[in-house]
């Protein structure tokens, strides 16, 4: 039982009044609003006219000394020659270099980066002479750009000049040579400068790591004067052990030699330790931290989640919420919403969304795909739904994430919907949305729909088949009847088809008695993966269903001398703010007597409506009358039932696919209690409603 109830509330927050910069009716008068009104209106203006206006304007008020103000004029006065008249404006003489060092560090330093070349490109028609502070800001433009015409041309006008060998300019042609990937081009200019400062060399020992030169690195770091190692140099060797060669034990070793380490030393060897799932040392080392900043606690929790330690995660997470100085971020809320989506905890989750409002936390394209991932796996399809269609900005990972998350709900229409939104907005599908479809084909049967996307996805979107998609269409094939197709299909496939196809098939022969196809499957299944107790189960399972029974009971005696032990079903469900989980035969809970005689009530009532549980005594899933009455399903449904507000809808996770067992008993209990179950297994999610399911009982 796992509790998330301690998570205190958020406090409400003031929202201040919107700032709405207005045009001045006097431009004497209010200047700094005149400069929001000009940046403003360059922004949205297109027309060359308007252009015009505004350019009088900032000359008429002196705006058009103001880096923002000039840099929209440069963008919005593209050709060369506009430009040149701008730049005329503001400089008298264009003898010399000052103005215009001063214009591209400027744009450079604010990210400016396209006016900052077009600047650059004025000054070279003008032949204005240059000096050894005009390059770097280029450069660190070029190189932010990926422009390598411009870069190109600064290196070239450097060696003019004799400036390539300035310390500034060489660092910043190391740096764009090694962004373009060539590093022996950066090693020479580098090997050419003397003497070297600090940031020379740690700019070329990183360039070298970007560049996978990590030998060459490592060496270098080696070579540079113990007098010029700071804190940078060390913590490029610790990122570099850590995150491109893996080996966390060197990367350790170099972490304790630094003299005096900050937080992204720390950082970066916690990142480490997540990469390889050593969470316990991650943790060590967190917890003996002086000083953590934000990314320090994001690191750790996210070690937590991508290891499968979903509730640490959360308790970390409360934590983080009591520090005074410490604020969650949107990387915070994207690793703990995954945490509540593999938990379950749709409260939680909840929880958060409200959290992210209040707190101003940018809806960013992450925190958005994140949210309607929670909400579409806890269950609650309608906010996975609310918050995709208020999305501002949709990607192809969004949209994926939409696609795929309908079609665990047997929604295949509302996910060609999204499809065809995709189409409509230029948004190119990825392999996960491709998945996404064929899985809601496979849900609902629509062979012919499947089959046309699958044999068209290379031609149309530029996708090559993977084993997802051969995955997705063997379970398409296999659930229409379509068994030799499905058995074609795996035995041409360009790559070696995996375990999971031949068992997807498998459970289609299961699915329409097809015992003879099965027997081979199965035992070539059970060859690939002698230790998977799932195999033995269904074969044993296909036998008994075709009454073969001593061909089931030696399957079982086979299961037995390998020791080989069945998985154990596990299912839970979120009460309040806390998740509660139950194995099959469970009596661990504090509440254990009270939900049996309430399963013993619901299994009763369930009778008299019509549920046999006789029909599948001879199953392996089952394990007799006793077996079958207290699968774990079934005793979360009843925790439920006495747990929350009568008419309420029951959430239930399962580990394993639902047995054909407790898809009928919880059929049967939604419309005798008249509640709504969602229950989440291995596979997709059931909608009990009334008696029926949303599956149409086809999964």
Not at 601 to 623: F, I, K, P, W
């Amino acid at each position: 039982m796992v509790s998330v109830a301690s998570i205190s509330p958020v406090p409400a927050l003031a929202n201040p009044a919107p700032r709405k910069p207005n045009r001045p009716e006097n431009l004497t008068v209010n200047l700094a609003s005149t400069e929001e009104w000009l940046v403003s209106s360059l922004s949205l203006s297109r027309a060359p006219y308007e252009v015009d206006g505004l350019y009088a304007i900032a000359i008429k008020t002196g705006f058009v000394h103001r880096d923002r103000v000039l840099s929209l004029l440069l963008l919005r006065y593209p050709s060369p020659s506009s430009s040149l008249l701008v730049l005329r404006s503001l400089f008298s003489s264009p003898d010399s270099p000052f103005p215009f060092n001063s214009l591209l560090s400027s744009f450079s330093r604010s990210g400016s980066h396209l006016p900052a070349l077009l600047a650059y490109s004025i000054l070279r028609s003008l032949s204005v002479p240059i000096d050894r502070s005009t390059l770097p800001p280029v450069l660190r433009s070029a190189t932010f750009l990926s422009s390598i015409a411009v870069g190109l041309d600064a290196h070239s006008l450097a060696l003019k000049t004799g400036f390539a060998s300035r310390l500034p300019v060489a660092t910043a042609l190391v740096r764009f040579y090694c962004s373009l990937g060539l590093p022996a081009i950066a090693r020479n200019i580098f090997d050419r400068c003397h003497p070297r400062d600090f940031i020379l060399w740690n700019t070329t020992i990183a360039g070298l790591v970007q560049c996978h030169e990590l030998e060459a690195a490592r060496n270098l770091f080696d070579e540079m004067p113990p007098t010029d190692r700071n804190i940078a140099s060390w913590n490029t060797m610790v990122d570099m052990y850590c995150n491109k060669l893996g080996d966390v034990l060197e990367a350790r070793k170099m972490f304790d030699e630094i003299p005096k380490r900050d937080s992204v030393s720390w950082n970066v060897m916690i990142s480490g330790y997540a990469r390889m799932g050593d969470c316990t040392s991650a943790r060590e080392l967190f917890d003996s931290m002086f000083e953590r900043d934000v990314v320090s606690w994001n690191a750790i929790i996210s070690c937590y989640v991508q290891n499968g330690f979903f509730s640490g995660a959360l308790e970390l997470f409360r934590m983080m919420l009591r520090e005074d100085k410490i604020k969650p971020d949107a990387v915070t809320i994207t690793s703990v919403l995954q945490a509540c989506t593999h938990m379950g905890a749709l409260n939680l989750g909840q929880w958060l969304h409200v959290y992210i409002r209040r707190q101003r936390i940018p809806m960013d394209l992450q925190v958005t795909t994140a949210l309607v991932d929670m909400y579409g796996r806890c269950g609650s399809i309608e906010d996975a739904q609310r918050v995709f269609a208020q999305a501002k900005k949709r990607d192809s990972f969004l949209c994926g994430t939409m696609v795929d998350i309908l079609a665990m709900h047997g929604m295949a229409d509302e996910a060609f919907r999204v499809f065809d939104f995709m189409k409509s907005h230029g948004i190119k599908p990825n392999d996960v949305t491709i998945v996404g479809l064929l899985k809601a084909c496979g849900h609902i049967g629509l062979v012919d729909d499947g089959l046309e996307l699958f044999n068209t996805m290379e031609e149309k979107f530029g996708l090559s088949p993977k084993l997802e998609h051969y995955g997705c269409m063997v379970d398409l094939l296999g659930k229409a009847g379509q068994l030799n197709d499905a058995l074609e299909l795996i035995m041409g496939m360009p790559m070696e088809p995996s375990p999971v196809l031949w068992s997807s098939l498998l459970s289609a022969c299961k699915i329409h008695g097809e015992s003879v196809l099965a027997e081979k499957v199965g035992y070539h299944l059970l060859e690939l993966e002698p230790s998977s107790s799932g195999n033995y189960i269904l074969l044993s399972n296909v036998y008994s269903n075709a009454r073969r029974f001593e061909e089931a009971a030696m399957v079982r005696k086979l299961m037995k001398e390998k020791d080989v032990v069945k998985e154990p079903g596990c299912s839970s469900i979120e009460v309040g703010n806390q998740i509660h989980e139950f194995l099959a035969g469970d009596r661990d809970h504090p509440r254990s007597r009270e939900i049996y005689e309430m399963l013993q009530m619901v299994a009763t009532r369930v009778e008299q409506a019509g549920y046999n549980y006789e029909q599948y005594l001879n199953s392996d899933e089952g394990g007799g009358r006793h077996g079958l009455m207290h699968h774990s399903e079934k005793l979360a449904f009843a925790f439920g039932l006495m747990s929350t507000e009568d008419g309420s809808t029951i959430r239930i996770m399962k580990n394993l696919r639902v047995c054909d067992d407790c898809h009928l008993f919880l059929k049967l209990a939604s419309a005798v209690y008249g509640r709504k179950v969602v229950v989440r297994d291995c596979h997709r999610f059931h909608h009990f409603v009334n008696g029926l399911c949303s599956c149409l009982d086809y999964w």
